[in-house]
């Protein structure tokens, strides 16, 4: 096993056991490998990416945003390059409408609760039940899974990662050669 592998075990074990010791303590080593990539993200990556999944869920509603004040508080919960690129999405490349309610945003100071809580509904429709998605539920309180089907869970929650792609590849690219040296 790669110290790679035992730092992402410990540091899903951790987040587990910080948020429900009792139904984490029914881990065992092979179920803090099956557990998705995103439980192992460090704490403000994890609310970031949680608040990036809900607003893929209302991507549709937040296209819609006229109000500044909104859209600014969005731009601070999922980052200027994401929101861009989920703002420049068809509708037609976003869950069909009415399909599943997106939670009413109506002030700047929701923005970031709502959004996150609608994402960490939607990870936890990802999981099949059992042991870690108890205890992974009980992270996420107060969510609760989203009655989606697992399958649009994950695709959702790939279409987050996908939006992040880019502004993840910008960034890595920026840091491969200082600024204003020759390519």
Do not use: H, K, N, Y
């Not at 704490?43 to 990036?52: E, H, L, N, S, Y």
């Not at 990870?123 to 998605?133: H, I, Q």
């Not at 996420?140 to 993840?168: G, H, I, K, N």
Request: charged content about 20%.
């Amino acid at each position: 096993m790669t110290s790679t592998m035992r730092l992402r075990r410990a540091a899903v074990a951790e987040r587990l056991l910080s948020a429900s010791p009792q139904a984490a303590a029914v881990l065992d080593w092979d179920a803090l490998d099956r557990v998705p990539a995103w439980l192992a993200l460090a704490d403000a990556a994890f609310a970031t990416f949680q608040c990036r999944v809900g607003a893929v869920l209302c991507s549709r509603v937040l296209r819609l945003w006229i109000d500044r004040r909104r859209l600014a508080a969005a731009q601070a919960a999922l980052g200027a390059p994401f929101l861009c690129a989920l703002l420049a999405e068809r509708d037609s490349d976003s869950i069909p409408l009415g399909l599943f309610a997106c939670p009413e945003i109506d002030s700047p100071l929701r923005v970031e609760p709502m959004l996150r809580l609608a994402g960490a509904s939607v990870l936890l429709a990802t999981l099949p039940d059992g042991v870690p998605r108890d205890a992974i539920g009980a992270l996420l309180a107060p969510a609760t899974a989203s009655c989606m089907a697992p399958e649009l869970a994950l695709a959702l929650v790939a279409r987050a990662e996908s939006l992040d792609a880019p502004a993840s590849a910008q960034a890595a690219s920026r840091g491969a050669a200082p600024e204003g040296a020759a390519s």
